[in-house]
């Protein structure tokens, strides 16, 4: 009997030796420990009593270009044109390509706040501008801002 007892003590104490200790979670529990410690409280859910409003939304007209006669999806992605309509913005490109006289080495880019520009590469491969092409007047800009402020519901 005696044999049988050592046995299952020896057995107890090699399985007690053999388990592994996760290494992983030894980081973390001095953490822990120094936030207990530290009087830090434990983390919760933050839950607010202020009431959340739902963002607004852009509902758009969806106007007719007069160059291609599509709809234009995207009010932000176009110009407004001096007699109030609005346009693409590729089909005012291949209009501003048509009617200017470029010369070789020259191309049309936009430059920002409703204008396009003239441009020309010159051997080092940078750009100049030759001249500037305003599309939209500052005015109008400003009241298109207004305009997309005004559809929103």
Same mark, same amino acid.
């Given at each position: 009997?005696?044999?049988?007892?050592?046995?299952?003590?020896?057995?107890?104490?090699?399985?007690?030796?053999?388990?592994?200790?996760?290494?992983?979670?030894?980081?973390?529990?001095?953490?822990?420990?120094?936030?207990?410690?530290?009087?830090?409280?434990?983390?919760?859910?933050?839950?607010?009593?202020?009431?959340?409003?739902?963002?607004?939304?852009?509902?758009?007209?969806?106007?007719?270009?007069?160059?291609?006669?599509?709809?234009?999806?995207? @009010?932000?992605?176009?110009?407004?044109?001096?007699?109030?309509?609005?346009?693409?913005?590729?089909?005012?490109?291949?209009?501003?390509?048509?009617?200017?006289?470029?010369?070789?080495?020259?191309? @049309?880019?936009?430059?920002?706040?409703?204008?396009?520009?003239? /441009?020309?590469?010159?051997?080092?491969?940078?750009?100049?501008?030759?001249?500037?092409?305003? /599309?939209?007047?500052?005015?109008?800009?400003?009241?298109?801002?207004?305009?997309?402020?005004?559809?929103? @519901?």
């Amino acid at each position: 009997m005696k044999k049988n007892s050592k046995q299952k003590r020896d057995f107890k104490y090699q399985g007690k030796k053999d388990k592994k200790k996760n290494v992983d979670s030894d980081k973390y529990q001095g953490l822990n420990t120094i936030n207990q410690v530290s009087g830090v409280p434990k983390s919760h859910a933050f839950h607010s009593s202020i009431p959340v409003t739902p963002p607004k939304t852009v509902k758009e007209p969806l106007p007719v270009c007069p160059d291609c006669n599509e709809r234009i999806q995207c @009010i932000a992605e176009s110009f407004r044109l001096s007699n109030g309509e609005f346009i693409h913005f590729d089909c005012m490109l291949s209009r501003l390509k048509s009617s200017e006289n470029l010369l070789e080495g020259e191309s @049309i880019s936009y430059v920002g706040r409703g204008n396009f520009a003239v /441009v020309r590469k010159d051997e080092d491969g940078r750009y100049t501008i030759v001249r500037t092409i305003p /599309v939209e007047e500052e005015k109008a800009f400003s009241s298109m801002k207004e305009y997309v402020e005004n559809l929103k @519901i």
